[in-house]
Nanobody, 126 residues
Framework: QVQLLESGGGLVQPGGSLRVSCAASARPFSDYAMGWFRQAPGKEREFVASISRSGGRTDYADSVKGRFTISRDNAKNTVYLQMNSLKPEDTAVYYC???????????????????WGQGTQVTVSS
């Protein structure tokens, strides 16, 4: 079991920026690909971004490409999601997740992630 704790969510105006973080208990952290998902009220959980074990590869949902950046600091056991040019439709609970799969360097399916954080709320509103 990998324990994950998200932080950094909050209220931001449209066009603004926010960075959310996820601290992991896993040792070694570098054994896990990491991902960010989000879920809005009444909607299914959707893929946002993922990053490979070393951080050398990333993948993004089409809706956030060019606006969001996923990164990781393996020395700090932490993964980040930098969100720029935020839109009201980005409003959701954001979850980080860890994956042990070797099928993909940057998995994007919920089924490929074994551990999940509790989520952090991001609200984009004027």
């Amino acid at each position: 079991q990998v324990q994950l704790l998200e932080s950094g969510g909050g209220l931001v105006q449209p066009g603004g920026s926010l960075r959310v973080s996820c601290a992991a208990s896993a040792r070694p952290f570098s054994d896990y690909a990491m991902g960010w998902f989000r879920q809005a009220p009444g909607k299914e959980r959707e893929f946002v971004a993922s990053i490979s074990r070393s951080g050398g590869r990333t993948d993004y949902a089409d809706s956030v490409k060019g606006r969001f950046t996923i990164s990781r600091d393996n020395a700090k056991n932490t993964v980040y999601l930098q969100m720029n040019s935020l839109k009201p439709e980005d409003t959701a609970v954001y979850y980080c997740a860890s994956s042990e799969t070797t099928y993909y360097s940057t998995p994007r399916s919920v089924a490929d992630f074994g551990s999940w954080g509790q989520g952090t709320q991001v609200t984009v509103s004027s």
